[in-house]
Each structure stands twice: as structure tokens, then as C-alpha cells.
């Protein structure tokens, strides 16, 4: 069985993100900065340790996830 990519993976967590954000009606759908996870999602990604860059990936989709669902 072949790992998955780390882009493979951050794709799958951008789309799942993006799903659940487009899912909302729009008045619901809580006023976000992406930039605040975004930084540590970059930093995590290009520390070089696949590791590091899938938990990353797992904790930003878990967060938006969270956030979104609660929005509703």
C-alpha cells in the first residue's frame, strides 16, 4: 500500500474544509481568519519532516471541521 503524498493529503483536507465551509447557509457561516492556522499549517509543511506536515494537516482540517460544525 502507497502512502499518500503530503500534497495528496493536504488536498483531501483542503477540499473536505472547503465542502463543509460551502455547506452553510451564508448566514451562518462564522467570520474566519485562515491566516492564523494557515501560518502554523506552512510552517509545519515546510519543516521537512512528513510527520510533522501530516499532524499539521490532520489539526487544521480537525479545527475547521470543529468550527463549522458547530456554526451550525
Given at each position: 500500500?502507497?502512502?499518500?503524498?503530503?500534497?495528496?493529503?493536504?488536498?483531501?483536507a483542503?477540499?473536505?474544509?472547503?465542502?463543509?465551509?460551502r455547506q452553510l447557509p451564508a448566514n451562518?457561516?462564522?467570520?474566519v481568519s485562515w491566516a492564523a492556522?494557515?501560518?502554523?499549517?506552512?510552517?509545519?509543511?515546510?519543516?521537512g519532516s512528513r510527520k510533522k506536515a501530516l499532524s499539521a494537516i490532520s489539526e487544521w482540517r480537525t479545527h475547521w471541521l470543529?468550527?463549522?460544525e458547530a456554526a451550525k
Open positions: 500500500m502507497s502512502e499518500n503524498s503530503i500534497r495528496c493529503e493536504l488536498a483531501a483542503l477540499r473536505a474544509v472547503a465542502a463543509a465551509y451562518q457561516r462564522p467570520d492556522t494557515d501560518e502554523i499549517l506552512e510552517e509545519a509543511l515546510t519543516a470543529a468550527l463549522f
